[in-house]
């Protein structure tokens, strides 16, 4: 009995720790005056902002892509950030963060992704 109980421990935690993550494309078009950033984030459903390290600047009127993102296996959800360049360029990071400094968040799925013909529309 303790065999088996420990047998099914295995197979479930080991099914668990299996689902992977899978990635998803797409592109954001900037129908804005202003350059942004894209940004994106994998702590679902956490609100912080942890980095922009991985922005990338789209200019006004511009379509950038694909952007490639790793889906959270747990909630399906792809994190988009965009920010206004000038904000990162003249405000210190740790303001942006702590005031939540972000232009547009977008917490996506594949299929929404998919209805919107793999195009993020900002704003």
């Known amino acids: 009995m303790k065999f088996l109980f420990l047998l099914l421990s295995v197979i479930c935690i080991s099914s668990t720790c299996s689902k992977s993550r899978y990635s998803t494309a797409f592109f954001i078009k900037n129908n804005s005056s202003k350059t942004i950033l894209y940004s994106w984030s994998d702590k679902y459903p956490d609100t912080s902002i942890t980095d922009i390290l991985n922005g990338v ?51 996506l799925t594949i299929d929404s992704i998919n209805q919107m013909n793999r195009i993020v529309t900002y704003p």
């Open 57 to 107: 600047p789209i200019d006004p009127l511009q379509t950038r892509g694909p952007f490639y993102y790793t889906v959270s296996p747990i909630a399906g959800i792809v994190e988009i950030f965009l920010f206004n360049s000038i904000t990162v360029d003249s405000i210190p990071w740790d303001t942006i963060k702590k005031n939540y400094m972000v232009l547009k968040r977008y917490d």
